[in-house]
Each structure stands twice: as structure tokens, then as C-alpha cells.
């Protein structure tokens, strides 16, 4: 019998992005924990070979399935969102990891610059739709072991702050700089985010995963592979261990909004902790999307 069809699995993980490099390697890990793991990517023929690798290595109980989606189309998170919900009723964690940098400016058919919509927008509205299911695992587990994760990156430092006037980068675009803007709204919607679930018992934290060796350079320009391929990355493992830990320790289900790298606290740069900024930030997204969907 495939894990798929053998759940006995009592935790359930959403992981994005599953389809390569951090994410993969989270699924797998959770997977032989015998978690219930749904995995989300979105080129088919990587969401294919990753699903076959994740039940390869799942333990007796767990369960694993995938669902596949371009997080740059607000429409497909919300199809994501519905067929996760046709999976379980219970999600006890979300790993927002999908994501990446790009060579260039792509405008989507909603209208959204894809580097903003894939690492800001999809998340925040993934969030959002999967709201009653973490709800729902949260009023039945102890306080704290509930959690959103996001897989942000020490790129927020560069970032001094928030375009407000020009979030999509319509104006002045460079794939850089919008990759580390929205690493920076990662940040700030975790804060937000914790915030308004802290009462529920949900705790939402960040994370920075490290240079790591995937798929990412693959999608960025010329200077952001060469940078890539100049430099030592570690292994997709190390970062997801940090990812099981804070899904699993006690110590990180407490006081939220916090950012982690290496299974240590570290510090944010300040801009990624300001709180006004933090619910602008999620009013504004809220508007972004009542435009479109
Ligand atoms: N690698 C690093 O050095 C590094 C450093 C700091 C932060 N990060 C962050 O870590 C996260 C994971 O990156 P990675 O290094 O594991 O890169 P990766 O190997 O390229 O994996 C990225 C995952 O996200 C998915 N994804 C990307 N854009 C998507 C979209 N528009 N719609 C749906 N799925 C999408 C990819 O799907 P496909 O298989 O279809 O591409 C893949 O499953 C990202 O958020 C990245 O920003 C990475």
C-alpha cells in the first residue's frame, strides 16, 4: 500500500515549493516522521519526480500528497488552497517556502509583477484560505504547536524599507531588488500574522535558510547565478532540519514573530521589525487582492 493511501498520520504539514532544493528536503523529512505532508510546486515534471522521492524515503502511517499550482496567479493559490482542503480538515503546519528570485520583469495575467505575487502575495493569501484549517488543528492541540513558517532571507537586510508607492516595482525594476523586498515583506507579514493569531494559539515565525545549493539560481539572471555558482552553498538538508525544528520544538512555539537560521534565534534588521509597517503591509496586501480575486 502507497503512503498515500495509508494515513494514519496524526500531524499535518503543508509545504510549498516541495518540488525542489528546501522544501523537498523538508517534505521528505517530515514524511519519515509520519506526518500527513502535502506538498505543493509547480512545474509538473519536478512535482512528479519530487512526490516519487518523498514517499520513497515516508514511514509506515505517513501520508504524502501533492498539488501543483503557479503561485504567481493568485486564482491557482486559491485552487491550491480548495484542493488542500479536499486533503484534510486539520493543518497543523503551513511552510511558506515557495519562492525564488527572477532574471526579470514578468507581469502576470492578474496584473501582479511575479517576484512580489510568488514570495508575498501567494503566501499571505495561502495563509488566509488555510486560516480555518490551522484553526481547526489548533482547537485541538496544545498552545504553541500550531505554526506558519516562512522561509525568508538575510536578502531583507538590503532592503531599507518598503516601496509603499510601488510595491510591484512598476517604476524602477530590478530583479534583485524586488527579490529583497519581498524577503522583507516575509518578515513583516510573519510579525502581522502573529499578532492576529496569537489568541488561537497559532504561532507564526521566519526563518533565514542560508546559501543553499537548489534549483534558485536557476531562475535569476546572469550576475545572480554567477554570484551563486562563485560561492559554497550547503545542502537543502541543513536548512530543512532548522524547518523541523521549528515545527516541532517547544521553544519555537513560543513568542512569535521571530526570525531563526542555523536552529538558533537571530536578529532581523530593524526595518523588518516595525509593527506599523507590519499592518500597513497586511492592509495593503488585502487590497491588492480584493482587486482580484
Ligand atoms: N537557495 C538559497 O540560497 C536561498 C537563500 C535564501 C532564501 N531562499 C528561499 O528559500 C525558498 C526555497 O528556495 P530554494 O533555494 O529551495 O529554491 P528552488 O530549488 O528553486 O525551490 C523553490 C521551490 O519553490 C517553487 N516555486 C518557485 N516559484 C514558484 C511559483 N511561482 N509558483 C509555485 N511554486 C514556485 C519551485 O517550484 P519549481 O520546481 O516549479 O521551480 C520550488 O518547488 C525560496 O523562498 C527562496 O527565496 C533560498
Known amino acids: 500500500m502507497s503512503p498515500s493511501q495509508n494515513a494514519t498520520a496524526s500531524r499535518c504539514v503543508v509545504v510549498t515549493g516541495a518540488s525542489s532544493g528546501i522544501g523537498k528536503a523538508s517534505a521528505e523529512a517530515f514524511a519519515r516522521m509520519g506526518w500527513h505532508v502535502i506538498g505543493t510546486g509547480r512545474d509538473p515534471a519536478r512535482c512528479a ?9 515516508a514511514s509506515h502511517g505517513s501520508r504524502v500528497d501533492f ?13 491550491v488552497a480548495s484542493e488542500i482542503a479536499n486533503l484534510t480538515d486539520r493543518v497543523h503546519v503551513l511552510v511558506n517556502n515557495a519562492g525564488g528570485v527572477r532574471d526579470a520583469h514578468y507581469r502576470t495575467s492578474e496584473g501582479l509583477e511575479a517576484t512580489f505575487a510568488a514570495n ?7 495563509t488566509r484560505e488555510l486560516l480555518p484549517l490551522l484553526e481547526k488543528a489548533a482547537d485541538d492541540s496544545p498552545p504553541g504547536t500550531v505554526r506558519v513558517i516562512a522561509v525568508s532571507s538575510s536578502a531583507h537586510l538590503v ?3 518598503l516601496n509603499w508607492n510601488d510595491l510591484m516595482m512598476v517604476e524602477d525594476f530590478t530583479a534583485n531588488a524586488a527579490y529583497c523586498q519581498a524577503k522583507l515583506a516575509n518578515l513583516l507579514f510573519t510579525r502581522e500574522l502573529n499578532r492576529r493569531l496569537a489568541d488561537k494559539g497559532i504561532v507564526a515565525q521566519a526563518m533565514h535558510p542560508g546559501r543553499v545549493g537548489s534549483n534558485f539560481a536557476s531562475h535569476g539572471d546572469d ?3 554567477a554570484y551563486m555558482a562563485a560561492n559554497e ?3 537543502p538538508e541543513a536548512p530543512a532540519r532548522t524547518i523541523i525544528w521549528m515545527a516541532t520544538a517547544p ?7 521571530r526570525y531563526f537560521h542555523d536552529l538558533a534565534e537571530i536578529d532581523a534588521a530593524p526595518q523588518a521589525c516595525d509593527d506599523d509597517a507590519a ?3 497586511w492592509s495593503e496586501s488585502e487590497n491588492m487582492l480584493a482587486n482580484l480575486v
Do not use: N, S, W, Y
Open 159 to 161: 532592503c531599507q524599507g
Open 67 to 79: 498539488v501543483r499550482g503557479d503561485f504567481t496567479e493568485m486564482a491557482e493559490v486559491k485552487r
Open 233 to 235: 552553498c550547503i545542502l
Open 223 to 225: 550576475a545572480m547565478q
Open 49 to 57: 519526480d519530487a512526490e516519487e522521492a518523498i514517499r520513497a524515503v
Open 120 to 126: 508575498h502575495l501567494a503566501p499571505f493569501l495561502l
Open 251 to 257: 521553544e519555537v512555539g513560543r513568542d512569535g514573530g
Open 279 to 281: 499592518a500597513r503591509l
